[in-house]
């Protein structure tokens, strides 16, 4: 794997989502988490099997949410499709980014898809994980 990116409309569902009287909406963010991701892979793609990085960026018009909670559904939604496991993601960058507060400058087109959208959304990547050596 080298890159795998794609977009999700938001807002995204927390971790802390605990609701289970009309369905589960956690396990329901998943499932369209992993069916937008499914809408971007390539047939030419190789699921990863070492470490990976997991970026996410969530482009908000109205900040509900702590950057902390979005990232267990997403990246337990990637399973089987970027990697085989969770665990392989060794390094982690989550953001939140008010789109009215925004200046855009080299998007990907994929990334520019979302801003065309017009509302909430978020951007997930996956790459090969840097360099796995620790410096002091």
């Known amino acids: 794997m080298t890159r795998f990116e794609f ?16 369905g589960n909406r956690r396990e329901a963010w998943q ?10 892979w390539s047939s030419e793609q190789k699921i990863a099997t070492g470490w990976v990085m997991l970026q996410i960026t969530y482009f908000y018009d109205s900040d509900q949410m ?18 085989v ?13 008010n789109l009215l507060d925004l200046r855009k400058k080299d ?3 994929i990334l520019a898809e ?3 959208r017009g509302k909430e ?6 790459i090969d994980a840097p360099n796995q050596e620790v410096s002091t």
């Open 66 to 83: 702590d950057v902390d909670n979005i990232v267990k559904p997403i990246q337990d939604a990637m399973k089987g499709i970027a990697y």
């Open 85 to 97: 496991d969770d665990k392989q993601v060794s390094d982690l960058l989550v953001r939140k980014r």
């Open 121 to 126: 959304f978020l951007h997930i990547v996956v």
């Open 31 to 40: 499932n369209t988490v992993k069916q937008e991701a499914k809408k971007y």
């Open 107 to 109: 998007t990907t087109s």
């Open 7 to 22: 977009i999700v409309d938001g807002p995204p569902v927390s971790q802390q989502n605990r609701d289970r009287g009309k």
């Open 114 to 116: 979302g801003f065309a």
